[in-house]
């Protein structure tokens, strides 16, 4: 086999690409990870990871995944950094061409994860890990009976101003419309639970603080006037931008994630899709690495059959 051909390359290099090399590696399965930054992807930002099952005492992000790294890399797998500008199929092949070079392989996964829509404003980007988050399940214990502020109308930011609420009876979400977009029933729990305020037609301006957040500017859509609030932290729901500009083609939910059966395959043959930017209904790093896991297993499966040996 060639040096730039391989039996499985893995499109990202967060949790669930770095888990899939890891268990193709492991199974003999020449493994090539591409990523246009270093390895990790948003859990590189988590300055502490507390629920990750079996990682206790928390760790940040960064340690965490360069433990994925190294054990990818240990047995066997090949980490790059490159800029993907095209993927092809010819001849049972995937060809993928980016700025380092044509790489070709039996199988390929799509990891490449999702983006989360951000506000834009000063002090969103300087407090990121110091009071804004984009994750309550990952970061909401760390503000138990703080004063927080949830931004955004859908489900998402509904949904997780609840589970905040378990946390504090200072919940506070701003939206900048008259009224929720989430379902009726979801906008229903937030407006009928007294531990969580609602700020209608009202937008965050800016997020201040001296080392983490202590307020927050918030201006009201109609009249244009501005207040600062007391607040510790800022968890943003404004949506996500899977990342699927290079494979536009496959099928997608409403949300414009891909869509896949439970072992990760998509209507491509030797084309699988694991993390963030597969269609599904919870996304943690947890369940990034389990879609990983059964990605390369699958693809194990597919490469084995395709050259005559008998799989089990």
Known sequence: MEENEFDFICLGAGPAGLSAAQYASRANIKTLVIDQSMPGGQVINISSLENYPGVFPAVNGFAFVEGMKKQAVEFGAKIIQAIVSSLDKK???FSVTTNKGVYVSKTLLL?????????????????????VSYCATCDGPFFRNKNIFVVGGGDSACDEATYLASLTDRVTIVHRKSQFRAQKAVAQRVLSNPRISVMFNSAVEEIKGDGK?????????????????????????????????????????????????????????GLYVAGDVRSKSFRQIVTACADGAIASHSAE???????????R
Do not use: Q, W
């Open 91 to 93: 001849d049972g092949l």
């Open 111 to 131: 990891a490449t994860g999702a983006e989360h829509r951000t506000l834009g404003v000063k002090g969103e980007k300087e407090f990121l890990g110091r009071g």
């Open 213 to 269: 957040v202590s307020s927050v500017v918030i201006k009201n859509t109609e009249d244009g006037s501005t207040k600062e609030l007391p607040c510790d932290a800022v968890f943003i729901f404004v949506g996500m931008i899977p990342r699927t500009e290079l494979f536009a083609t496959l099928k997608t939910d409403e949300g414009g994630y891909i869509i896949t059966d439970e072992d990760m395959k998509t209507s491509v043959p």
């Open 301 to 311: 499966k597919f490469i084995r059959e395709s050259a005559g040996e008998v799989y």
